[in-house]
């Protein structure tokens, strides 16, 4: 019997530490996943630029406060004292959300679009899902108001882009904010695709979330920041009076549908929520592009509507 005790004990400790390796190693196959840098290969910048798009508009640069050179597009409209910021996703670039930021020219908005750090032409740096980025953001903000001086103006946000919105939206120059997409926190996402890992690859024979802590701490060895400092929902309490609309797809496996109404459902303000049906992540424009465009354009029209006076102040028009 006491032989058998020892055997037993033996195999134990030898499949516990397997579990063990096992754990440490898909902690850190789930932070390298999350950490691998968009594509930095020439043809990554063989995409669509505002001139195909028959936009009137000129290459930018600025320096973001802890000295990241940013890259982007400004899409002019002289006459015009509003002006949108457009910002993509985790690993996307400026040029995917050309669409609807030409739409938004036409409309009659200027529209400032940029790379966000580490990504498309924008300078090399350390990134992450928006903890960092709001400095992007900063300095996306200074642009635009040396552009269009006491403009209005308007932050528009796609999955991180949404985020970094909602994060670095509590602005004196920011009058209304569209997120599409965006997720109430970090955390709340990787527990969400550690699930859906699990159940992908081991079958749900465990729930995904019990790698998290091995993720979370590979991904501090990479120098990033902990999960809990990028939580939009946390935000949302000093955006209490900027007008926010929400968008989101009902088919959004990376972000679901109940993540967005939790994150809606922290707003404060004024605010309103459109989700779109069989949409996927990022996926409402292309359910009805047309639909998208004016719904956003709308929003915006009601929301930026601010005078720009001659001595360089601003008034605010009733009803706003």
């Known amino acids: 019997m ?3 005790l020892a055997i037993a004990i033996i195999v134990g400790l030898v499949l516990a530490g397997l579990a063990g390796v096992v754990w440490v190693f898909l902690g850190w196959l789930g932070a390298w996943r999350l950490n691998i840098p968009p594509s930095v290969r020439p043809e990554s910048n063989f995409s669509f630029t505002p001139w195909e798009f028959d936009v009137d508009y000129e290459t930018v640069e600025f320096e ?18 509003r002006v949108v910021i457009a910002m993509h996703g985790y690993r996307g670039n400026k040029a995917q959300i050309l669409g ?16 966000f750090r580490g990504r498309g032409r924008s300078g090399p740096a350390a990134f992450s899902m ?13 642009e635009a108001s040396a552009r269009v001086p ?7 946000g796609y999955s991180m882009g949404g985020a970094v919105a909602l994060l670095g939206g509590d602005d004196r120059r920011v009058g209304a904010i569209v997120v599409d997409s ?25 729930d995904g979330r019990i790698f998290l802590p091995a993720i979370e701490w590979w991904h501090r060895r990479f120098g ?22 929400f968008i989101h797809g009902t088919s959004d496996r990376f972000v679901p549908l109940a993540l967005a109404k939790r994150l809606a459902a922290a707003a404060q303000g004024p605010h309103e929520t459109w989700f779109v049906n069989g949409a996927h992540h990022c996926g409402a424009y292309f359910v009805d ?4 465009c004016a719904r956003v354009a709308a929003f915006f029209s009601r929301h930026l509507r601010r005078e720009v006076l001659t001595h360089g102040e601003t008034r605010e028009a009733l009803g706003r």
């Open 2 to 4: 006491t032989a058998w």
């Open 182 to 206: 965006a997720f109430p926190s970090q955390r709340a996402v990787l527990e969400n695709l550690a699930v859906n890992d699990a159940q992908r690859f081991l079958r749900g024979w465990v």
């Open 130 to 142: 928006g903890h960092w980025e709001v400095e992007d953001l900063r300095a996306a903000l200074d």
């Open 289 to 292: 592009r047309s639909a998208y």
């Open 100 to 115: 609807i930021s030409s739409y938004l020219w036409r409309a009659g908005f200027n529209v400032l679009m940029f790379d």
């Open 224 to 245: 990033k920041p902990p999960f809990g400092s990028i939580a939009p929902e946390a935000a949302l309490p000093r955006l209490h009076g900027t007008p926010i609309l």
């Open 64 to 81: 973001t406060p802890d000295g990241v050179l940013l890259h982007g597009w400004f899409l002019r409209r002289p006459a015009s004292p």
């Open 150 to 156: 006491g403009g209005a103006v308007g932050l528009l």
